[in-house]
């Protein structure tokens, strides 16, 4: 997953996309500098695959952020009706990307929950 967000980062770098529906980033900062929050946090999510399950929520965290940033303006672009498309874009990164990082930051390595990480995680035994 880290590696893929560094890719998408770079990708934003080396061939800038129409940004049609990000205006309210781009109003903030250069696209390519919102493609530096894609590498990072590409660089933190695969760090924290190394680390052990629980302590690794740091990496679902980084990883969650760029496209939820993003649903977030595609979402705003639609619903001030200066990019309708947006809404179609927003629920796509809600769900093909937040969702599926959402839903995997559950599942323990190995699908099995110790006794240790349900005590952690506040799951009765």
């Given at each position: 997953?880290?590696?893929?967000?560094?890719?998408?980062?770079?990708?934003?770098?080396?061939?800038?996309?129409?940004?049609?529906?990000?205006?309210?980033?781009?109003?903030?900062?250069?696209?390519?500098?919102?493609?530096?929050?894609?590498?990072?946090?590409?660089?933190?999510?695969?760090?924290?695959?190394?680390?052990?399950?629980?302590?690794?929520?740091?990496?679902?965290?980084?990883?969650?952020?760029?496209?939820?940033?993003?649903?977030?303006?595609?979402?705003?672009?639609?619903?001030?009706?200066?990019?309708?498309?947006?809404?179609?874009?927003?629920?796509?990164?809600?769900?093909?990307?937040?969702?599926?990082?959402?839903?995997?930051?559950?599942?323990p390595p190995g699908g099995r929950v110790t006794p240790n990480e349900r005590a952690v995680e506040g799951r009765p035994g």
């Amino acid at each position: 997953m880290g590696i893929g967000k560094v890719c998408w980062g770079l990708g934003f770098i080396v061939q800038p996309p129409n940004t049609a529906g990000l205006e309210l980033l781009t109003g903030l900062a250069p696209l390519h500098c919102w493609a530096a929050v894609w590498i990072l946090a590409g660089v933190v999510t695969f760090g924290s695959a190394w680390v052990r399950f629980v302590q690794d929520r740091f990496g679902f965290l980084a990883a969650s952020v760029p496209p939820a940033l993003w649903a977030f303006v595609y979402g705003w672009a639609a619903v001030t009706g200066s990019y309708p498309r947006g809404v179609f874009i927003f629920l796509w990164y809600i769900t093909s990307h937040c969702g599926v990082i959402w839903c995997a930051s559950r599942v323990p390595p190995g699908g099995r929950v110790t006794p240790n990480e349900r005590a952690v995680e506040g799951r009765p035994g």
